[in-house]
């Protein structure tokens, strides 16, 4: 995995969390929804269909984990799941946890308003809870 590359994109979007046996772990830098990216360390990578079966297992077992802990953590009313790589071609998986009563409501929340960025310390905080969570 020492050729893995984080897409530009991604990296400039998110918080880094940490790392999973397979994925990266990042917290998507919008305030407005709690929303991890699961990126697999490996490059070259743009479908699921272009992991090996065995990591494929892996990575559904790490969606499923990421899942849990984020409902979990934010009380969500829904969890969105989606590989969609329209923008960012490199394969990642986003794990979204929605309201109700969020800015997005009932519809996806790509497009949707003016991404607000975590402050400082609530960013901090989101990424020390969530690696707390993780064990990281």
């Known amino acids: 995995m020492?050729?893995?590359?984080?897409?530009?994109?991604?990296?400039?979007?998110?918080?880094?969390?940490?790392?999973?046996a397979l994925s990266r772990v990042l917290l998507m830098d919008d305030a407005r929804f709690p929303w991890l990216i699961l990126v697999p360390r490996q490059p070259g990578l743009a479908e699921l269909i272009d992991l090996p079966e065995a990591q494929r297992l892996v990575l559904t077992q790490e969606i499923d984990r990421a899942a849990r802990f984020l409902k979990e953590l934010t009380?969500?009313?829904?969890?969105?799941?989606?590989?969609?790589?329209?923008?960012?071609?490199?394969?990642?998986?986003?794990?979204?946890?929605?309201f109700e009563t969020d800015d997005a409501w009932p519809s996806p929340v790509w497009g949707r308003g003016e991404r607000r960025?975590?402050?400082?310390?609530?960013?901090?905080a989101m990424v020390a809870r969530l690696r707390a969570g993780f064990g990281f």
Not at 75 to 97: D, P, T, Y
Request: proline content about 6%.
């Open 117 to 124: 960025p975590y402050g400082a310390g609530d960013g901090a």
């Open 2 to 20: 020492s050729d893995f590359l984080l897409d530009p994109r991604l990296e400039a979007d998110t918080l880094p969390v940490g790392d999973l």
């Open 75 to 98: 009380g969500a009313h829904k969890l969105n799941v989606a590989a969609l790589g329209n923008m960012v071609r490199q394969l990642h998986v986003h794990v979204i946890a929605r």
